[in-house]
C-alpha cells in the first residue's frame, strides 16, 4: 500500500482523541485488493461513549477517510470491534494491519480476549462433544 495512503489514513485517525485503535482488515490489509475493492477499518472507541455519539464520529470519521483517499464514501467501511462476531475479531488480530492505538492498553486487552475466546471455542469444538 502506498505511504501516501498509509499517512493521510494515519492523520485522520489521529484527530479522533476517543478512539482507542483502528486496524485495516480485508484486501486492502493482504494486498489482494483490485481497484475497485472497499476499505475496511476495525474500529474501537472509548467504552464510556454515548452510541449516538459513537455513530455520529463513525461517520465523521468514514467521511473524513474517504476524503482523504479521494474515494466516495461507500468505499469505505467500519466494523465496530466490541460487536463483532468472533471470527471477525479473529480476522482483525490476526491479518489486520494496526494503524493507531497499537502499544495501547485497548489494543493488548482485545488481542488477550479475542485469542482467548478463540481458544475456548476450539477446545468446546473439539472435546466437548
Known amino acids: ?3 501516501l495512503e498509509i499517512t493521510a489514513i494515519r492523520r485522520i485517525l489521529a484527530s479522533e482523541p476517543n478512539l482507542e485503535f483502528a486496524v485495516l482488515i480485508g484486501s486492502r490489509a493482504d494486498n489482494t485488493h483490485t481497484p475497485d475493492s472497499d476499505w475496511d477499518f476495525a474500529l474501537q472507541w472509548q467504552r464510556d461513549m454515548d452510541w449516538l ?3 455520529a464520529r463513525t461517520e465523521t470519521l468514514r467521511h473524513g477517510l474517504a476524503n482523504a483517499l479521494m474515494l466516495p464514501v461507500t468505499t469505505v467501511d467500519c466494523i465496530d470491534v466490541p460487536r463483532a462476531s468472533l471470527a471477525m475479531r479473529a ?3 490476526e491479518n489486520g494491519i494496526v494503524l493507531t492505538g497499537e502499544d495501547g492498553l485497548p489494543w493488548q486487552r482485545f488481542l488477550r480476549r479475542t485469542w482467548r475466546e478463540l481458544e475456548d471455542h476450539y477446545w ?3 472435546y466437548a462433544h
Open 1 to 3: 500500500m502506498p505511504t
Open 53 to 55: 455519539e459513537q455513530l
Open 91 to 93: 480476522e482483525i488480530a
Open 124 to 126: 468446546q469444538e473439539i
